[in-house]
C-alpha cells in the first residue's frame, strides 16, 4: 500500500481533459512540501513531467499542468493525446518516514 | 549532458549476493544526492533509499533498511546497490534516479535505465 494514492486508472477520448489525484497526509503533501510527477512510457525509465508542485521541465508541452490544496495534488492533462498513454506517479517527501514517498501510479488510457 | 547509466540485467539463484551500478556523468557526482527505486513486475515505484556522494551520507526506506546495501565510489562516479543474500521476491527493475537539487526532500531530474535482477531457482 503506497503512501500517497492515486487511481488505478483513468481514460479520455482524443481532446479530452483528463484529472489524476494524489491523496496524502500531513506529513508529506500536508507539510507543504512540493509533488512531483513523472510518465512512464512502458519499457522506459520514468520521466520528470512536473516539478515543484507546478513547473514543467524544458520540453514538457503545457498541456500538462499541476496543482496543490491541502493534503492532496492533481495532474491534468488537456488535449489529451494518443501518446500521452502511459503510467503517472506522483512523489513527494514524507517527514515521518524521512524519505521520498510515490503513489501507487495511475494508467491512463487514450480511448 | 548528465547521464546515468546502470550496468546490464542479471540473473541469480536464492541466496546469492548481487551488487550492481549505476555511473553518473555530466554533473557534480559528489554535491547531488542518488536514490535507488525498486519497481517490481507489473507494479509502482517504491523508494528504497538515497545517498549522498560528498560524504557518503545514507538513509533507508523502512522497508528496504537492513536488506540492501546502497554505497558510492566518488574516484569512479559510481553509487552501488547491493544484496548479500538474494530472495525471489527481490526480482524487479531497478532505477537509479538523482535529485535535482542539493538535498534529498526534491524531485529527482534524471533517471537511470533501470537494471532488470531476476532471482530464480
Known amino acids: 500500500q503506497s503512501v500517497l494514492t492515486q487511481p488505478p486508472s483513468v481514460s479520455g477520448a482524443p481532446g479530452q481533459r483528463v484529472t489524476i489525484s494524489c491523496t496524502g497526509a500531513?506529513?508529506?503533501?500536508?507539510?507543504?512540501?512540493?509533488v512531483h510527477w513523472y510518465q512512464q512510457l512502458p519499457g522506459t525509465a520514468p520521466k520528470l513531467l512536473i516539478y515543484?508542485?507546478?513547473h514543467r521541465p524544458s520540453g514538457v508541452p503545457d498541456r500538462f499542468s499541476g496543482s496543490k490544496s491541502g493534503t492532496s495534488a492533481s495532474l491534468a492533462i488537456t488535449g489529451l493525446q494518443a501518446e500521452d498513454e502511459a503510467d503517472y506517479y506522483c512523489q513527494t517527501y514524507d517527514n515521518r518516514l524521512s524519505g521520498s514517498v510515490f503513489g501507487g501510479g495511475t494508467k491512463v488510457t487514450v480511448l | 549532458e548528465v547521464q546515468l547509466v546502470q550496468s546490464g540485467a542479471e540473473v541469480k539463484k536464492p541466496g546469492e549476493s548481487l551488487k550492481i551500478s549505476c555511473k553518473a556523468t555530466g554533473y557534480s557526482f559528489a554535491s547531488y544526492w542518488i536514490a535507488w527505486v525498486r519497481q517490481m513486475p507489473g507494479k509502482g515505484l517504491e523508494w528504497m533509499g538515497v545517498i549522498f556522494p560528498g560524504d557518503s551520507d545514507t538513509r533507508y526506506s523502512p522497508s528496504f533498511q537492513g536488506q540492501v546495501t546502497i554505497s558510492t565510489d566518488k574516484s569512479i562516479r559510481t553509487a552501488y546497490l547491493q544484496w548479500n543474500s538474494l530472495k525471489a521476491s527481490d526480482t524487479a527493475i531497478y532505477y537509479c534516479?538523482?535529485?535535482?537539487?542539493?538535498?534529498?526532500?526534491?524531485?529527482?531530474?534524471?533517471w537511470g535505465q533501470g537494471t532488470l535482477v531476476t532471482v530464480s531457482s
Open positions: 515543484g508542485t507546478y
Open positions: 534516479a538523482k535529485h535535482a537539487n542539493g538535498d534529498h526532500v526534491g524531485n529527482f531530474d534524471y
Open positions: 500531513s506529513s508529506n503533501i500536508g507539510a507543504r512540501f512540493d
